[in-house]
């Protein structure tokens, strides 16, 4: 069974960090750009940050510049999202997925067609 399964979410204080994980099962992630997304109570899914399938090119959304560092693994075939300095405005259900190339210049949901399940993330004194 083909599967992403994100990890590592849950409640921080403001200011605090946390670090995502998204593992495959049933298929390897080197031959894919990966995308972190997110999506608030009422608000659309909207791109965190991605990376290539080797890593080298990574982006980020303006308001995670800096605070947001994406990352591969691709022997443990595992991607994550570093998040320190974080903000009440970031809690979200954090979502992975890949996409259908190596690259995207565009990280959108609509350039991505395989979803995890999401982690929560809440920041919260």
């Known amino acids: 069974q083909l599967q992403l399964v994100e990890s590592g979410g849950g409640l921080v204080q403001p200011g605090g960090s946390l670090r995502l994980s998204c593992t495959a099962s049933g298929f390897t992630l080197d031959y894919y750009a990966i995308g972190w997304f997110r999506q608030a109570p009422g608000k659309e899914r909207e791109g965190v940050s991605c990376?290539?399938?080797?890593?080298?090119?990574?982006n980020y959304a303006d308001s995670m510049k800096g605070r947001f560092t994406i990352s591969r693994d691709n022997a443990k075939n595992t991607v994550y999202l570093q998040m320190d300095s974080l903000k009440p405005e970031d809690t979200a259900v954090y979502y992975c997925?890949?996409?259908?190339?190596?690259?995207?210049?565009?990280?959108?949901?609509?350039?991505?067609?395989?979803w995890g399940q999401g982690t929560q993330v809440t920041v919260s004194s």
């Open positions: 997925a890949t996409s259908t190339g190596r690259y995207q210049a565009m990280c959108v949901p609509q350039n991505f067609n395989s």
């Open positions: 990376i290539s399938s080797s890593g080298a090119t990574t």
